[in-house]
């Protein structure tokens, strides 16, 4: 069984691992002015979850179920990461993306119905990177050694 300040660090990790991806993607949409697409949408309800669990787990400091939020803090950081990969994947053409933030406009000649069904920020498109990464690359690779961090110290022995 993990001690109280094992789990505390993790518990702490996740917390603050999570709020600062949250923030960050919050900042890129709102201060660098990078409209998120469906997906990036998708990868920080996760992120709210594991504040959320986390916040569970440090009002519950004295209780058997803390060791349990923690985890599902981690887990849930664990499911960004995942959906942070499959989002650089569709941004790198490595495999197909949902077809309503992913699909060409049809050809059709159709003007009206191509702007109603046109997505207002594609998926597989990437508006940033750094170092060859995309923010969901980021997002993939930060939340999984987040991720990776919480789970091995709440289940520390």
Known sequence: MTNARTLGAAN???????????????????????????????????????????????????????????????????????????????????WAGPTTCSAAPAADGDIFANMLSAPIVRCDAIPWELFGLSLAGWNALLSALIAGGVLWLATRR
């Open 12 to 94: 702490a990790l996740a917390l603050l691992g999570s709020s600062a991806l949250l923030g960050g993607a919050l900042a890129f949409q709102h201060l660098g002015g990078l409209a998120p697409c469906e997906m990036c949408f998708w990868q920080r309800w996760p992120h709210l979850a594991a504040i959320g669990f986390g916040l569970l787990a440090l009002v519950l400091r004295a209780h058997p179920l803390r060791r349990t939020f923690v985890i599902l803090a981690g887990l849930s950081v664990l499911v960004a990461a995942a959906l942070g990969l499959f989002h650089a994947g569709v941004e790198r053409k490595w």
